[in-house]
């Protein structure tokens, strides 16, 4: 039987369709109408899920990063630490202070205080003025050690019969009380001012009687008296003595 040339052509272009049509139905889509992925490509695409304004899925570090980011900072900190070397601070020596061999000590402090039997007492008059007295009082250091005083005296005058004269001794304070290192043989002295003019407190009849004729002093913080002679007349205005704080020397001449 001979066939058609037609007939033959349309079996194998209906064939072509069907074949074709299998294959779309098995690969061109999905059951729920999505679109299917190319056999041939593995590679995954990027990451969906967060809008564009939150990045920080996509910018988070990876593991590897924040292990490779700690060790490069401990790496910094360990060279920041380092730092230049110090060098430890060593101690000073001890140095002695430097005395000088012939410089003067001060035993002021550690003299003892004059007794009244270490000093020997004297009064010389000064220049006078109308109706005014002065006199140096003296004292030495009559002992063989060095002894320390300071101050003003007492004073009481005394009669040649040996009774008391009337004296009221008054501090003058126009000169400041210093302290008197006496060796032996050393003196510190006071100036005595003193009236001959009568006044209401003397004798109604003008004289300032009676006449002294010694002088008791007692030095500085003592209770008893060394005695001296006086011979520079009456004292006027019931024996007022004005007497100046010691002061080192014998003093003026006159």
């Known amino acids: 039987m001979r066939r058609q040339p037609g007939r033959a052509r349309t079996r194998i272009a209906l064939a072509a369709v069907a074949a074709a049509g299998l294959l779309a139905a098995g690969c061109g889509t999905s059951s729920d109408g999505e679109s299917a992925a190319p056999a041939g490509n593995s590679k995954p695409g990027p990451a969906q899920g967060a809008p564009d304004g939150d990045k920080t899925q996509q910018d988070a570090p990876t593991k590897d990063d924040a292990e490779r980011e700690k060790a490069a900072g401990a790496a910094e900190d360990g060279k920041a630490d380092e730092g230049p070397a110090v060098e430890p601070l060593k101690a000073k020596p001890k140095t002695e ?50 002894c320390r005083t300071r101050g003003w005296t007492g ?57 002294p004729a010694e002088l008791q002093v007692i030095p500085p913080d003592t209770y008893d008296h060394t005695d001296t002679a006086w011979q520079l007349g009456e004292v006027c205005d019931a024996g007022r003595i004005e007497s100046l704080p010691l002061a080192k020397g014998p003093g003026p001449a006159r």
Do not use: I
């Open 155 to 211: 004073l009481q005058l005394v009669g040649a019969d040996g009774t008391d004269v009337p004296t009221n001794v008054v501090r003058d304070g126009s000169r400041t009380p210093s302290m008197q290192t006496l060796a032996p043989g050393a003196s510190a002295w006071s100036r005595l001012h003193w009236t001959v003019v009568a006044g209401d407190s003397d004798d109604p009849s003008g004289a300032c009687r009676p006449k």
């Open 97 to 146: 202070p430097k005395t000088e061999p012939n410089a003067a000590v001060d035993d002021s402090a550690a003299a003892p205080w004059c007794r009244t039997g270490d000093l020997a007492a004297s009064v010389r008059p000064l220049n006078s003025a109308a109706g005014n007295r002065y006199a140096a009082l003296v004292l030495t250091n009559d002992s063989d050690a060095t």
